[in-house]
Structures are given as C-alpha cells and as structure tokens.
C-alpha cells in the first residue's frame, strides 16, 4: 500500500456516483453501453475488476451471471457485500490478482479502472485477463479528450490518474492476446467544469 493507493481511495469515496459530479452524463452513457454489451449470463461466471460502489456487479447480477467483484477500498467492500449478498467479494489490489491455471470466466468487465493503472502495471493485467476469459468489456479515459486536454491544462490531474490513447491502447490489447471486436467513444461534448473539484459547469450538460 502507497500513498497513492490512499489517495484513490479517499478520491473515488468522496466522487463515486455523487450526484454532484457533473461527470455523470458521461459515466450514465457508458454504464448504459456496458450494460447493453454484456450478454446473458445464466449459469455462467463474471469478473468485474474495481467495483467501487456495485454498478457494474448490479448489470451482471441482473444478467444472471455468478459474479466475482475485486476491489480495494474496504468501505466499498462492505457496501458491495451489503448490496450483493450472492457475489464473491474480493477485498483485494488487482495488480496483485494470481488465477489458477484451470479458473475460468465468461466475461471479465474492468470499467472505469484503467486509469488508475500506470502502464506496466495495464500491460501485466491484461496478460493475466488474457488467458482467464474470452471477453473483455474495458474501457479508457482518452487522453486526447477534451476533458483529459483540460484537466491536464489546469493542473488539475490526479497524480494516480493515468491517460491512454486509444491507438496505443489498442495495441496493448492486442500484444496481450486479445481480438477488438468492439470499440466506442464515449461523452464527445463532456460537461467540463469550470473549477477544480468539478463543482462549477462551463457546458451545461
Ligand atoms: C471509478 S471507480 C469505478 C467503479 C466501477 N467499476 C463502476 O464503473 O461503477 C474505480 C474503482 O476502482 C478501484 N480501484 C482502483 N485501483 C484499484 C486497484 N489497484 N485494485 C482494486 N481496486 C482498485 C477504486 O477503489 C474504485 O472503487
């Protein structure tokens, strides 16, 4: 544990599904993506990589999936068991993720965590996703956004906040193993906030 991981975690506890962030129209469109992407899952097992407070593991549930949720901040934790009696909580650094030769999953959904992840640490646990699923459902935030332009102009960044291309992001997939079938762009007019902190709207939604 780092210093850093602490900051994420105080980070997404303050600004994860607070109605206040001004994000949400974007996140909402890509929740929704994700959530029309996952196919059923009767009788089936999910992964889903950085919980935070249950939004994906509740698409997975709802398809009928038998999840499996990792994430690291012990207050999500507590909430996702509260909220998902049935699902296997994994209180756990996903950089630290081993899988058993033989461990399998139908889907594995890694939404909203990428850019918590430096490079070498993408590289490593996308060769590990690699050999334990079929399909991924993935995302990032685009470093030549119009967002990710400004926060970066301002100063605003997080240190712990990593931005991909999504060329270069394209070949990680690939050099891992995996065939894009799939791929959107997500939030072209994003809301952007005047302030840090993004409490102040410069484009109304
Ligand atoms: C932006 S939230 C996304 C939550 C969820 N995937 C969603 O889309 O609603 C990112 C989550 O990933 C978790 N996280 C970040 N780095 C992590 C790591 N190395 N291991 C486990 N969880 C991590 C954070 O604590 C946070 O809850």
Same mark, same amino acid.
């Given at each position: 544990m780092n210093m850093s991981d602490d900051e994420i975690k105080e980070y997404y506890s303050e #600004? #994860?599904? !607070?109605?206040? =962030?001004?994000r949400n129209v974007v996140f909402d469109s890509l929740n929704e993506l994700v959530r029309r992407r996952i196919p059923p899952g009767e009788g089936k097992k999910a992964l889903d990589l950085g919980?935070?407070?249950?939004r994906i593991v509740s698409y997975l549930v709802e398809k009928g999936y038998d999840v499996t949720a990792v994430e690291f901040n012990e207050d999500f934790c507590r909430e996702l068991k509260r909220k998902f009696p049935d699902v296997r909580v994994l209180q756990e650094d996903v950089r630290n993720l081993n899988f058993d030769e033989n461990e399998r999953f139908d889907v594995v959904t890694c939404i909203e &965590?990428?850019? !918590? &992840? =430096?490079k070498k640490e993408l590289l490593a646990l996308l060769t590990k996703l690699a050999k334990i699923t079929k399909l991924l459902l993935i995302n990032i935030s685009n470093r030549n956004s119009f967002h990710a332009w400004w926060v970066n102009l301002r100063g605003w960044r997080n240190k712990f906040v990593f931005n991909y291309i999504p060329e270069d992001f394209d070949r990680y997939l690939e050099e891992a193993g995996f065939r894009i079938v799939y791929r959107r762009g997500i939030g072209l007019v994003t809301p952007i906030s005047l302030f840090s902190g993004f409490k102040g709207k410069l484009i109304p939604i």
């Open positions: #600004w #994860w599904e !607070n109605p206040k =962030d001004i919980s935070g407070r249950g &965590l990428v850019q !918590n &992840l =430096d």
